[in-house]
């Protein structure tokens, strides 16, 4: 079976810019989470989605949105780019929101703004 | 509010010899605790996870983590390194209700010499 997948694996974008970031999850699971990692930290949580309906959301601005679709993909989009932008952007997909469900990371799309 | 601190940013081993990753929490409640293994350019793999059934807790690849209490503590450990044990590892923590949301650690970054 395939595993979580995200795309694009890499992007370089400028400051302002906005990007899309796509993730598939596991065949059946319906949770999708998405995790910022900048370097040399550990992930932070951005946003969690259940049955397209956002569950919750991390301390990040109003510029970082997502959206579940029917299928249960994913999208993360970030407006208005910033230099700290950068990093390894993490979707995890789950069976459903609790915390007994094991959460399965893609791996990941790395970001760099210049 | 549950937290977690890992102790050690680093932490560098002979193949062969014992591991040994520290976790403290910090939680109100009965925790849900996870370690996760991230190798370069991969995604993030669980290891393990602790949800109140058993203190010892036995992962994948030889690892296991003791739950303490009285300690408030979640260590993992190997009783035998290997090479390929190389990579960062993050404690991972879990919080429910309105956010729904795993709460990582700083990590560690396990070095292993031959």
């Known amino acids: 079976d395939a595993g979580v997948t995200q795309s694009p694996t890499h992007l370089i974008k400028t400051r302002g810019q906005h990007v899309t970031l796509r993730c598939s999850p596991i065949s059946g699971h319906k949770s999708v989470s998405w995790y910022q990692q900048v370097l040399g930290q550990g992930p932070q949580f951005i946003f969690q989605?259940?049955?397209?309906?956002?569950?919750g959301r991390g301390n990040f601005p109003d510029r970082f949105s997502a959206r579940q679709f029917p299928n249960y993909s994913s999208e993360l989009n970030v407006n208005a780019l910033l230099l700290g932008d950068s990093a390894l952007y993490l979707c995890a997909s789950r069976l459903s929101p609790s915390s007994y469900n094991e959460q399965f990371f893609g791996p990941g799309t790395r970001l760099t703004v210049l | 509010a549950q937290s977690v601190t890992q102790l050690d940013s680093h932490v560098s081993v002979s193949e062969g010899t014992p591991v040994l990753l520290r976790c403290n929490y910090s939680s109100s409640y009965s925790p849900s605790l996870f370690w996760y293994v991230q190798h370069p350019n991969k995604g993030l793999q669980l290891l393990l996870k602790?949800?109140?059934?058993?203190?010892l807790v036995k992962g994948i690849n030889g690892f296991e983590a003791e739950f303490k209490k009285s300690e408030t503590s979640f260590h993992l450990t190997k009783p035998s390194a290997h090479m390929s044990d190389a990579a960062e590892y993050f404690c991972v923590g879990y919080r429910g209700g309105a956010t729904n949301k795993l709460i990582f650690g700083t990590g560690t970054l396990l070095a292993v010499q031959p």
């Open positions: 602790y949800t109140s059934a058993a203190t």
């Open positions: 989605y259940y049955e397209k309906e956002e569950r």
